[in-house]
C-alpha cells in the first residue's frame, strides 16, 4: 500500500429495504427514514438513509478492501445530498497517510445527485507491523497469542483471558 492508492469502488444499490432496515438496525425510528408519507408531508420526496447507515457503509467498504486485520480507529463523515431508494451510492477511496501498520483515506460516497458522503478513516492493519500472524492472531515465533498468554513479565503473571 503506498499513499496515492486507490481503493476499488462500491456500488451499493440504495433499495427500500437497504434504508428502513438501516434505520431500525440503528435503532433510528425516525419517520422519514420509513415512511415516505410522512418523509414527503416533511419536504423530502420519499425517505432517505440516516447518517449512521452511512457511517457503516462506509466502514464495511474499507475492511472489505482490507481484509479482517483492518482495525477502524477512526471515521468523521460529512452528508451531503440524501440517499434516496432507486438510486445508487458509489464509494470511492485513496490512501491520503501512512504511518507504519496505520493508513489514513479520503472516502467519497456519490449518488445520482452528487456527493451523500465525504470524510476520512484512519486504520491500522494489526498483522503487518505487529508481529503477529493476520490469520491466526499469535507470534509466529512463539504460537502465542500475545493478548491472552500467561507467560509471567516483570509485572508478574497477566491474568487468563475471560471467556
Given at each position: ?49 440516516n ?56 472516502i ?56
Open positions: 500500500m503506498r499513499v496515492g492508492d486507490r481503493l476499488p469502488p462500491l456500488v451499493v444499490p440504495l433499495t427500500r429495504t437497504l434504508i428502513v432496515a438501516g434505520a431500525i438496525a440503528s435503532r433510528d425510528y425516525q419517520d422519514v427514514h420509513h415512511d415516505a408519507e410522512l418523509a414527503r408531508e416533511k419536504g423530502a420526496p420519499d425517505i432517505f438513509m447518517i449512521l447507515t452511512t457511517n457503516g457503509l462506509v466502514g464495511r467498504y474499507v475492511t472489505d478492501h482490507f481484509g479482517p486485520t483492518a482495525v477502524l480507529r477512526r471515521v468523521a463523515i460529512r452528508l451531503g445530498v440524501p440517499n434516496y431508494p432507486g438510486d445508487t451510492m458509489v464509494l470511492s477511496g485513496t490512501v491520503t497517510a501512512l504511518d507504519g501498520d496505520t493508513a489514513q483515506l479520503t467519497t460516497g456519490r449518488n445520482g445527485l452528487g456527493n451523500h458522503v465525504t470524510g476520512t478513516v484512519t486504520l491500522t492493519l494489526t498483522g503487518t507491523d505487529t508481529g503477529t500472524d493476520p490469520d491466526t492472531g499469535t507470534d509466529p515465533d512463539t504460537g502465542t497469542d500475545p493478548d491472552t498468554d500467561t507467560d509471567t513479565d516483570a509485572a508478574g503473571p497477566r491474568p487468563e483471558a475471560t471467556p
